[in-house]
């Protein structure tokens, strides 16, 4: 049985002639254990999708089985105790709590569920000590490094034990080093077990992955298995592509990194500024990479 | 596990506390009109008490069983002859008792002593000194007797004495006019007549709100001197009156009212007190007038919860980034709500303690500068805190709501 069943799902903002579509009837099966990575460009879902995932919002039509069960009739407070012991979230700005000391942020999910104080400071500990981060507990996120941070941030989503973990953009504001030592932390912590849903930019991270799924326009345009260390083509195509755009595409309103979507490849070649630039990235790609691992 | 765990409850104060401290001035600022609050009307309450205290240590001066007779009707009764209601203007400038009803009362049967008071206008002085603030009160021989106050030197004028101008007088009086304490055969002038001073009290208790003069500041002088003094005319304001047995006052003063009334036409145009009521009537001034000041003053109260509302609503908008984290790690709306109501409660609550340890504070200094002497009592502490704690939740239940529906994802893109 799936973890993570969406049918059909699909949500709008606004009503009337301003109704905005950011999901349109996707459908999405996780099972439990996988590591996705999801792609696409700003405004194409990803987060929207997560954020049903993560029990943070709901669809507006569609069906979502968490575990075989539909979390539709769920109440603000099941969802919220839902999101408490099956969800750990890992944001793109860390979103720690300035006013806490790292290690009560660590704890903080574990002071929703009841833990009594003593006991959620040790398990945090502990967590802290599996990030690396033993020495820090009781530095203020102030004064912590990003990367440090986004590893706090990664303890605090683990420390309930949760069935799914959700990362939007973990990377985004890493340096690469940051980067690659976070990633290493949400790769072992994919080897225990968990599952993974993580959205970003860099088609670098999907290395990391074991499925890739793709997304424009609120849709899931693509969605492939991938071994993890390898980053397949498809992503690799839009890490190298040089965004440029036509008048055209201005007119029309549409990003070239759009036009370098899955799906989008026929319409693109037949316009000559594009195909001048994807020539380069091709060439470009030909060189020898530093990898990353 | 419950929604409000001890465990999250002491981690609420602990983090609402820590709000505080790490915003220390803001804080006090928001505390402000609740530590005024708080301040103004445990003063005024605690002075009320004070005077309270005073007064009825004054009315114990002058026995249990002693009957007080005041003209004009100032009281109004219940069926079972209980108070039902005080008119304080009938109290003052009514101008119905006579020296006839004197003689009336002293002939009432169960009557062991009456004795007139007699407010005497004039000005005492003795050499370049004038006595400030006091009164003059003939009066008779019998008046020592009412008194539990004894004279401390020399002795009351006797019944032999009552035309002769002889004065005796309170301990402050002799600290004003002679600036001695024992000023006896020495003089004093009023209007000027000569007084031999005959004795000196020792210390009333006495109280600065009361219906009777303070009798350290008085001079007493024999009654048939004071008449003539005032060219024959003399406002009778009071007469005191004691029964034979102690146990008699009610009866006594059936038969005095009866008397009374035969001739005053029927009229019922003077008050009859026992020595409680005279107690009761003094409280009721000083409740109703602690109490306007106190309503006055809660009045800062409410301004304070309104500026801890508003500091909260700002704190809520301000920290909406990390409810939507607090969201999506799993709180609930009602623990959210907890947080934010928490936070204002220990807010309103630490202002509460802070206006009750300034109010120690004010009432020290009062002390120390005045003669009056507030007393803070427990339940008025527990009122002040309890008070506070309410403003606190009525005050901190808007944005805590505020708080607690805030939609997760808004919330967290804020």
């Given amino acids: 049985m799936p973890i993570v069943e969406l049918k059909d799902v699909s949500k709008l903002y606004g009503f009337g002639d301003a109704t905005t579509i950011a999901l349109e009837e996707v459908s999405l099966s996780v099972e439990k254990g996988e590591f996705v990575a999801i792609m696409g460009a700003s405004g194409c879902g990803k987060t929207t999708l997560m954020n049903i995932i993560g029990l943070l919002d709901r669809p507006t039509h569609g069906e979502y089985q968490l575990s075989g069960r539909a979390v539709a009739k769920l109440k603000n407070s099941q969802r919220s105790r839902a999101r408490r012991d099956r969800m750990g979230f890992i944001f793109q700005s860390f979103n720690l709590l300035p006013r806490l000391n790292v290690l009560e942020n660590v704890a903080l999910p574990l002071a929703y569920k009841g833990v009594s104080q003593t006991k959620r400071l040790t398990q945090a500990a502990l967590m802290l000590e599996r990030v690396g981060l033993g020495d820090r507990e009781y530095f203020m996120p102030r004064q912590l490094s990003g990367g440090q941070a986004q590893r706090v941030a ?5 420390v309930n034990n949760p069935d799914i973990i959700i990362a939007d953009e ?29 959205v970003t930019h860099n088609p670098e991270l999907t290395r990391y992955a074991e499925r890739i799924v793709y997304m424009q326009d609120g849709q899931i345009v693509h969605d492939e298995p991938s071994e993890i260390g390898n980053v397949p083509r498809r992503a690799r195509r839009i890490m190298f592509y040089k965004p440029q755009t036509t008048e055209d595409d201005d007119l029309a309103g549409v990003s070239a990194l759009m036009n370098a979507m899955p799906g989008r490849e026929a319409k693109a070649k037949e316009r000559k500024p594009i195909r001048r630039g994807k020539a380069k990235a091709i060439k470009k790609s030909k060189k020898p990479k530093k990898v990353i691992r | 596990m419950s929604p409000l765990g001890s465990s999250l409850f002491r981690g609420n104060v602990k983090m609402a506390l820590a709000a505080i401290r790490g915003a220390r001035w803001r804080s006090l600022m928001t505390m402000g009109g609740v530590i005024i609050g708080v301040v103004s009307v445990v003063t005024t309450v605690s002075l009320g008490e004070g005077v309270k205290r005073q007064v ?152 600065p709100l009361a219906l009777n003069a303070d009798f350290n500041r008085t001079v007493f002088i024999p009654y048939n001197v004071g008449k003539k003094l005032n060219d024959g005319v003399l ?29 005053h036409a029927g009229q019922e145009d003077f008050t009859i007190l026992k020595a409680s009521e005279t107690l009761t009537i003094t409280n009721r001034i000083v409740n ?28 809520v908008t301000e920290r909406t980034k990390e409810i939507g984290v607090r969201k999506a790690v799993g709180a609930t709306n009602f623990q959210i709500l907890g947080q934010f109501l928490m936070e204002a409660v220990v807010l309103s609550l630490v202002g509460g303690l802070i206006g009750v340890v300034l109010s120690g504070l004010a009432n020290f200094l009062i002390r120390i500068l005045t003669d009056l002497q507030p007393v803070i009592t427990w339940p008025v502490v527990a009122a002040a805190c309890g008070v506070s704690l309410l403003v606190g939740v009525i005050f901190g239940t808007a944005p805590a709501l505020k708080a607690a529906r805030k939609d997760p994802i808004e919330a967290l893109r804020y």
Avoid: C, W
């Avoid at chain 2, 009456?114 to 050499?127: I, Q, R, S």
């Avoid at chain 2, 109703?288 to 500091?311: D, R, W």
């Fill in chain 1, 170 to 198: 973990p990377t985004g504001n890493l340096d690469s080093g940051s980067s690659r030592l976070a990633m290493e932390l949400l790769s072992d912590i994919h080897q225990t077990g968990h599952t993974i849903l993580m």
């Fill in chain 2, 288 to 315: 109703l007038l602690t109490g306007l000041i106190a309503a006055v003053a809660a009045i800062s109260l409410l301004v304070g919860g309104i500026g801890i509302m508003n500091i909260m609503l700002v704190s």
């Fill in chain 2, 235 to 263: 406002q009778l304001y009071q007469i005191l009156a004691k029964p034979t047995d102690a146990h008699d006052v009610l009866p006594t003063i059936a038969l005095m009212r009866e008397a009374l009334l035969n001739t």
């Fill in chain 1, 154 to 158: 990664i303890a605090r989503a683990l």
């Fill in chain 2, 56 to 207: 009825s240590g004054q009315i114990n001066r002058l026995g249990s069983d002693l009957i007080t007779v005041r003209p004009g009707q100032a009281v109004s009764r219940d069926a079972e002859g209980r108070l039902a209601g005080v008119d304080f203007l009938a109290a003052f400038g009514a101008n119905t008792l006579t020296e006839q009803d004197l003689a009336v009362i002293e002939k009432v049967p169960n009557v062991e002593v009456a004795v007139p008071l007699n407010a005497v206008t004039g000005l005492a002085e003795a050499g370049d000194h004038q006595l400030k603030n006091g009164s003059i009160i003939a009066t008779s021989s019998g008046m020592e007797e009412l008194l539990r106050t004894r004279v401390e030197f020399g002795g009351f004028f006797g019944e032999e004495e009552s035309d002769k101008p002889v004065a005796v007088i309170g301990k402050r009086v002799a600290e004003q006019l002679f600036a001695e304490n024992v000023p006896i055969g020495k003089s004093l002038k009023i209007r000027g007549q000569e007084f031999i001073v005959r004795g000196i009290f020792e210390e009333f208790e006495s109280s």
